[in-house]
T-cell receptor, first 114, second 115 residues
Framework: AQSVAQPEDQVNVAEGNPLTVKCTYS??????LFWYVQYPNRGLQFLLK????DNLVKGSYGFEAEFNKSQTSFHLKKPSALVSDSALYFC????????????WGAGTKLIIKP | KAGVTQTPRYLIKTRGQQVTLSCSPI?????VSWYQQTPGQGLQFLFE???????NKGNFPGRFSGRQFSNSRSEMNVSTLELGDSALYLC??????????????FGPGTRLTVT
């Protein structure tokens, strides 16, 4: 069955340190991959996507994500975390063989401590 | 370009009532999806509409229904409200290319409280 896993409910990082939020998926075919962010009391915002091409994609607010086909992963990264990055992050995968259904991870709460 | 708009923003209903929520997508976007977000359950997919047709559906009871109009605006309806339906309901729209949807853009949500 198609699924998206975000193995960590919460990630704690000190400000200035690099951060990684993990995402693995299980869908058939070549997926379209997305990251979204939800800041406190604000709506969900699109962060970045991988469709095809370079495995390293760059998005908003200095975030980037690396697509790894062999490991079926799409981890979100940032070289230097800011306190303002504290938010809820969702990974999503569009299953191209199942009516383009978008499958969501459970979300990871990222806490950046000053 | 205006973003996704949802009305109303806040709603208080009592058990057994029904409610209709409205969503206006970004101009040119033909795909509209609905989600329920609660603190305990996270983001739950309700349904997706494309060209006035329901294309995908999540695991929600038949009390939850929706529709999309020819101008891509969408409504969702919840009948016989239960306390557990209290949640933030999010609408998202995306542009499509030959039916394939790309990234979604979310509205601010409708906060529904059932008492």
């Amino acid at each position: 069955a198609q699924s998206v896993a975000q193995p960590e409910d919460q990630v704690n990082v000190a400000e200035g340190n690099p951060l990684t939020v993990k995402c693995t998926y299980s869908v058939s075919g070549n997926p379209y991959l997305f990251w979204y962010v939800q800041y406190p009391n604000r709506g969900l915002q699109f962060l970045l996507k991988y469709i095809t091409g370079d495995n390293l994609v760059k998005g908003s607010y200095g975030f980037e994500a690396e697509f790894n086909k062999s490991q079926t992963s799409f981890h979100l990264k940032k070289p230097s975390a800011l306190v303002s990055d504290s938010a809820l992050y969702f990974c999503a995968v569009r299953d191209m063989r199942s009516n383009y259904q978008l499958i969501w991870g459970a979300g990871t709460k990222l806490i950046i401590k000053p | 370009k205006a973003g996704v708009t949802q009305t109303p923003r806040y709603l208080i209903k009592t058990r057994g009532q029904q409610v209709t929520l409205s969503c206006s997508p970004i101009s040119g976007h033909r795909s509209v999806s609905w989600y329920q977000q609660t603190p305990g359950q996270g983001l739950q997919f309700l349904f997706e509409y494309f060209s006035e047709t329901q294309r995908n559906k999540g695991n929600f009871p038949g009390r939850f229904s929706g529709r999309q109009f020819s101008n891509s605006r969408s409504e969702m309806n919840v009948s016989t409200l239960e306390l557990g339906d209290s949640a933030l309901y999010l609408c998202a729209s995306s542009k499509t290319d030959r039916g394939l949807s790309y990234e979604q853009y979310f509205g601010p949500g409708t906060r529904l409280t059932v008492t």
